[in-house]
C-alpha cells in the first residue's frame, strides 16, 4: 500500500469517476470536509435544542514536487483546456502541451489515499480555483494546488498503480528573464488563480451545483540580490516588464528542436511590479522583494496575461 491522490476527470460535474487518469506521489495534504450544521436560535430557551444539516464542502489544497509528467492534468483543470502538439519524428517521441485561460472549468474526481485500513476518500465535483508555483535556489520546483469539492465519501483503497519516475525539476535549471536574462534570483513564485465562489448554493441541493467561473488573476513575488537598480527602477516608473521562468530538465528521446527536454515555461508578457523592499541591516548583504501582477499581453496571436508551456513523452492529458 502507498499514500497518493489520484485524479479523474468527470464527464458531469460531480458524477463521481471511479477509475484515476494519473496518481501523484504528493509531499502532503490538508483537503478537509466541510458540513454545516444550523443552530435555530429561538426565544424559548437559552440554548440550543436542535442542529439541522446543512450544506456541504470540500476545501483545502495538496503540496507536491513538480515533473513534467505529473503536472499536466491539474494545469488543464486550471486553465480549462490543452493544445497538444507532436514532435516530427517518425513515430512520435515527445509532445508540447500548451496551456491558456478559458471561459469554463472541467471538473475532477479526486481520490486521496492516506494508507489505513484498506480504504481511500473520494471527491467527486472537485475544481481547481490556483496552484501557487515556487522556486528557490537549493530546491526543488514545488506547487501547492488548492482545490474546492462537494461531498466527500469513502470507498475501497486503489492498488497496482505507479507514479511517474521522469525527475522532477531542480533550480539549476531554472533561467528567469525580466525583460532580458537575470542571475540574481534566489526565489520566485507565481500563482495562476480562478475566482470561484465557495458559497454559490442553491436550493433543493447540499452541496455546490456547478463550478462558477468568475474572474481570472495572476499575481507572484521574488527575492532578488540587490546588486542593481534594474527592478527598483522599473518599480519607481510604474513600467511594465516581461516575465519568463523556463525550466529545461532530463533529455526526452526525441531530438528535433523545442522538444529535447522535459519542460517547463510560465510566460507573462506584460508584468507591473506592486511593491519593491530594498533594505539593509548593518553588513548583511541586501534582498529585494517583489510583489507583481501579470495582466493581458500578447504571446503568439492570443492576448493572455499567462501561458505556461510543458513539454514531455505524454501523447495526450486526460
Keep these: 500500500?502507498?499514500?497518493?491522490?489520484?485524479?479523474?476527470?468527470?464527464?458531469?460535474?460531480?458524477?463521481?469517476?471511479?477509475?484515476?487518469?494519473?496518481?501523484?506521489?504528493?509531499?502532503?495534504?490538508?483537503?478537509?470536509?466541510?458540513?454545516?450544521?444550523?443552530?435555530?436560535?429561538?426565544?424559548?430557551?437559552?440554548?440550543?435544542?436542535?442542529?439541522?444539516?446543512?450544506?456541504?464542502?470540500?476545501?483545502?489544497?495538496?503540496?507536491?514536487?513538480?515533473?513534467?509528467?505529473?503536472?499536466?492534468?491539474?494545469?488543464?483543470?486550471?486553465?480549462?483546456?490543452?493544445?497538444?502538439?507532436?514532435?516530427?519524428?517518425?513515430?512520435?517521441?515527445?509532445?508540447?502541451?500548451?496551456?491558456?485561460?478559458?471561459?469554463?472549468?472541467?471538473?475532477?474526481?479526486?481520490?486521496?489515499?492516506?494508507?489505513?485500513?484498506?480504504?481511500?476518500?473520494?471527491?467527486?465535483g472537485t475544481a481547481i480555483p490556483s496552484i501557487e508555483f515556487e522556486a528557490v535556489a537549493r530546491e526543488l520546483l514545488t506547487a501547492t494546488v488548492n482545490v474546492l469539492g462537494c461531498v466527500e465519501t469513502k470507498t475501497a483503497e486503489k492498488t497496482g498503480f505507479d507514479f511517474t519516475t521522469v525527475a522532477p525539476f531542480v533550480f539549476t535549471q531554472g533561467t528567469i528573464t525580466i525583460d532580458t536574462p537575470v542571475a540574481n534570483v534566489e526565489s520566485f513564485r507565481v500563482t495562476p488563480e480562478n475566482d470561484i465562489p465557495d458559497d454559490a448554493f442553491v436550493i433543493g441541493n447540499e452541496t455546490l451545483p456547478r463550478v462558477h467561473l468568475q474572474g481570472f488573476k495572476v499575481t507572484g513575488s521574488m527575492d532578488l540580490s540587490f546588486i542593481d537598480w534594474t527592478q527598483y527602477d522599473a518599480f519607481l516608473a510604474h513600467a511594465p516588464v516581461a516575465l519568463t521562468l523556463d525550466f529545461q530538465g532530463a533529455a526526452t528521446p526525441s531530438s528535433e528542436s523545442g522538444f529535447e527536454y522535459h519542460r517547463i515555461k510560465f510566460e507573462m508578457p506584460v508584468v507591473y511590479l506592486d511593491t519593491s523592499e530594498a533594505n539593509f541591516d548593518r553588513r548583511d548583504r541586501i534582498i529585494q522583494g517583489i510583489d507583481f501582477t501579470a495582466v493581458e499581453g500578447t504571446i503568439g496571436t492570443d492576448k493572455v496575461p499567462l501561458k505556461v508551456t510543458v513539454v514531455n513523452t505524454q501523447s495526450a492529458v486526460e
Excluded at 500500500?1 to 458524477?15: H, K, P, Q, S
Excluded at 435555530?40 to 514536487?65: C, N, Q, V
Aim: glycine share 8%.
Design 1 to 124: 500500500m502507498v499514500r497518493y491522490i489520484g485524479l479523474a476527470r468527470e464527464t458531469d460535474f460531480g458524477e463521481a469517476v471511479t477509475t484515476p487518469d494519473i496518481y501523484i506521489d504528493v509531499v502532503s495534504e490538508s483537503i478537509t470536509p466541510e458540513h454545516t450544521t444550523i443552530y435555530p436560535e429561538l426565544a424559548g430557551y437559552r440554548w440550543a435544542r436542535e442542529g439541522i444539516e446543512g450544506g456541504k464542502i470540500e476545501t483545502g489544497s495538496f503540496d507536491m514536487i513538480v515533473r513534467s509528467e505529473n503536472i499536466c492534468e491539474l494545469l488543464k483543470s486550471l486553465f480549462g483546456e490543452v493544445e497538444t502538439t507532436k514532435d516530427n519524428e517518425v513515430t512520435p517521441l515527445a509532445y508540447k502541451h500548451e496551456f491558456l485561460p478559458q471561459t469554463s472549468l472541467p471538473s475532477l474526481t479526486l481520490h486521496i489515499g492516506p494508507e489505513v485500513g484498506g480504504q481511500q476518500r473520494q471527491v467527486p
